[in-house]
């Protein structure tokens, strides 16, 4: 760390704004933000010279004891070194009468008993800073407790309740039929139809029996990958990051070790040694492509298994429909972990990504040894695959605190649907036009692989500052914001909203009204430039075949699916605050249209 950086931690003044932003949601102090003015206290309420973390702290800690209680633990800390000798008499004298102040405007403010008891709690991280549960799954904060609408009971109720999604029992089991079929389809098509689009035959079973068998050498290579990523996972130090209180487990937050940038690292270190120092190359791994494929799919649903079924044993299911077809797929358990190992956050960071670089990775290898390693002759449309993958790969370890209070790991149970695509459908369809592009070569000239570089950059750029901005808008509130080391890179500008601008709502929650979401007036703007990734990997493979351009279908009618999931939950949850926030930010998905 610089000593540039050290002397901002050190600084009083950086402190104050989480400080301050929490003890005013407590005391009650902050305006509806919609100016985008910075949290202030009142002129009463503030503290002298540099002890202004250790005098929100305190009242933090202790603001529902009873006043004989809080006045001697205030004369314990008076007295202690952390206090005494820091300050000129009269500013102490000042900085004990502002804690007084506050304990009994706090005091005054926050009765009935229990309702002290309840921001203690939230003082204490039992539940967010200003009482509201849960994100809002769009670019919602936290909120001040509402002593006429709780916002835990709301957020309990939405999200206990049970709401067939996906078409139901029929529509989930056709989804994972389909799942399965589609990667032996795209395999068959590159490999004996020229990737063309083809009616299946009784030749293409018997090929899929024939060559897509995994032999015991390549079940070997997977398990000890998903057994290395596991170790590194338990084992590797990282960031420590809280995350939303869970309404199903009486609001508990759970802590993540956020290691997944040096076990992005470590496994890059790996390959790059075993391919230089070993008989072992990736470039192996393309032609056996279909056995992997199958590896990863078995494994994917016997895990999908074990986890649906440990949820029964353990007796932790949550909201569960009746419907074993169902359940299945969306799953049975919240957030399954062995001690402080969350698999969940796991395998949505490590297993799904590094597998896809990886995967990629092994293609563009390939296609240089055949071209005699000459990076020239490389397919441009590798190139591009290879720098958009690395890029995403990157962005989740490098952003993986913030992906602690998403959708994924805050709402949706861990199933079928992720499981079975955190570890075979991710890698083998995202990857899939990689291994188009190394077997059939399509037509694409370098200046349009430069091009399409260039329109990647960009779309990666939006994409990662308006995912930055609204994660760490909801850690900024919270008060757990803490910038990376400066070696976790890139940390783009504007990735963090310096004046965010929001509307608070009835539910206690906040909505985010500016950035990238106010600049564009799209609720879902980083989602659209998840498509535009999708139509930039399509054009890498040429425009000679369609099938390039399946996963932008697909994804593309998956977000839209879970933008009406998201929009119809938000409504619920917020009512009219939802309609003044869509006045403000009208379009869900792509801007002036929709």
């Not at 709301?154 to 078409?167: H, L, M, Q, R, S």
């Amino acid at each position: 760390m610089s000593s540039e950086q050290m002397q901002q931690d050190k600084d009083p003044k950086r402190k104050k704004v989480t400080y301050s932003s929490q003890l005013m949601e407590v005391l009650g102090y902050e305006r509806p933000v919609l100016s985008g003015a910075r949290y202030e206290p009142g002129a009463d309420l503030r503290f002298p010279g540099n002890l202004e973390a250790t005098g929100w702290d305190f009242v933090l800690a202790n603001i529902d004891r009873p006043e004989a209680d809080f006045e001697s633990k205030l004369g314990e800390m008076m007295r202690s070194s952390e206090v005494k000798g820091q300050l000129p008499e009269d500013e102490l004298r000042d900085f004990e009468d502002t804690i007084r102040t506050t304990y009994e405007v706090a005091r005054s403010r926050l009765e009935p008993e229990s309702e002290l008891r309840f921001r203690k709690s939230i003082s204490n991280g039992k539940i967010p800073v200003n009482g509201a549960i849960g994100t809002n799954g769009t670019n919602g904060m936290n909120g001040e407790h509402n002593k006429k609408e709780n916002g835990a009971s709301v957020e309990a109720k939405v999200d206990a309740e049970i709401v067939y999604e996906f078409g139901g029992p029929i529509g989930t089991l056709m989804i994972m039929l389909f799942s399965h079929v589609i990667m032996y389809y795209l395999w068959l098509s590159v490999v004996h139809h020229q990737g063309n689009l083809f009616i299946p035959r009784w030749s293409d079973m018997l090929h899929i029996y024939n060559e897509c068998a995994p032999s015991s050498e390549i079940i070997g290579v997977y398990l000890a990958f998903i057994a290395f990523q596991a170790l590194l996972g338990g084992l590797l130090p990282g960031f420590i990051m809280k995350g939303l209180p869970i309404p199903s487990e009486g609001n508990k937050i759970l802590e993540y070790n956020c290691n997944g940038y040096g076990a992005w690292w470590v496994t890059l270190a790996v390959v790059f040694f075993m391919e230089k120092y070993t008989s072992y190359s990736l470039s192996t791994l393309p032609e056996k492509y279909g056995q992997l494929m199958t590896v990863m799919v078995l494994f994917g649903d016997a895990m999908s298994l074990a986890i649906y079924l440990s949820g029964f044993i353990l007796g932790v299911t949550h909201r569960m429909s009746g419907n074993h077809i169902y359940d299945f797929f969306m799953g049975s358990w919240l957030n399954p972990r062995i001690g402080d190992f969350d698999f969940k956050m796991w395998a949505e960071v490590r297993v799904s990504w590094f597998t896809l670089f990886l995967l990629t990775l092994s293609c563009f290898i390939k296609d240089l040894k055949e071209k005699e390693g000459d990076f020239s002759k490389v397919h441009p449309g590798l190139y591009v695959m290879l720098c958009a993958h690395f890029l995403y790969t990157n962005a989740c370890v490098k952003g993986e605190e913030c992906i602690v209070t998403t959708w994924d790991i805050f709402y949706e149970k861990w199933g079928w649907m992720l499981i079975f695509w955190n570890f075979a459908g991710v890698p083998i369809v995202y990857t899939w036009n990689s291994f188009y592009i190394l077997e059939i070569q399509p037509e694409l000239p370098a200046r349009c692989g430069a091009y399409l570089l260039v329109c990647l950059l960009v779309t990666y750029y939006i994409w990662d500052t308006a995912n930055s901005q609204k994660n760490r808008f909801r850690m900024q509130l919270k008060g757990t914001f803490k910038e990376r080391p400066w070696y976790v890179m890139p940390q783009l500008p504007w990735g963090t909203l310096e004046n965010p601008i929001a509307i608070r709502t009835k539910h206690g929650n906040r909505l985010l009204v500016s950035g990238w979401y106010g600049l564009s007036k799209t609720r879902k703007i980083h989602y659209l430039m998840d498509i535009l990734f999708a139509l930039q990997w399509g054009m890498a493979a040429g425009m000679q075949n369609f099938l390039p351009y399946f996963y932008l279908c697909f994804f593309s009618s998956f977000i839209a699916h879970r933008g009406i999931r998201d929009n119809e939950r938000c409504a619920k949850k917020y009512g009219e605050d939802w309609d003044r926030y869509c006045s403000l930010v009208p379009y869900v998905l792509i801007p002036g249209v929709w």
